[in-house]
């Protein structure tokens, strides 16, 4: 089995940060791509950020600039830096990892954390 683990969503102010972590545990042969999806309320769900193996990293035009995406490798963790949050910020933030266990890869969903930014 494979769990990603998500934290760090809150309420926050217009301007304010958070900082996103999601941890991925169980049996891992290799993570591939990981990356931080959001849904908000009546909106279908939307990619924010996604970093490769390598350190590639890939941005929603909306977040560029306020966001960065990062992660630590030997930790089997993502993280999401977010900076001069919006209203419009709100929603709950996925995380997501193509992970490879034995002979197969697929893709993998954390449960969600909220972010709620008040104006």
């Known amino acids: 089995q494979v769990q990603l683990v998500e934290s760090g969503g809150g309420l926050v102010q217009a301007g304010g940060s958070l900082r996103l972590s999601c941890a991925a545990s169980?049996?891992?042969?290799?993570?591939?791509?990981m990356g931080w999806y959001r849904q908000a309320p009546g909106k279908r769900r939307e990619l924010v950020a996604d970093?490769?193996?390598?350190?590639?990293?890939n941005y929603a035009d909306s977040v560029k600039g306020r966001f960065t995406i990062s992660r630590d490798n030997a930790k089997n963790t993502v993280y999401l830096q977010m900076n001069s949050l919006k209203p419009e910020d709100t929603g709950v933030y996925y995380c997501?990892?193509?992970?490879?266990?034995?002979?197969?890869?697929?893709?993998?969903w954390g449960q969600g954390t909220q972010v709620t930014v008040s104006s």
């Open positions: 997501n990892a193509v992970i490879q266990r034995y002979t197969l890869k697929n893709s993998y």
């Open positions: 970093i490769s193996t390598g350190g590639s990293t």
């Open positions: 169980g049996t891992i042969f290799s993570i591939y791509a």
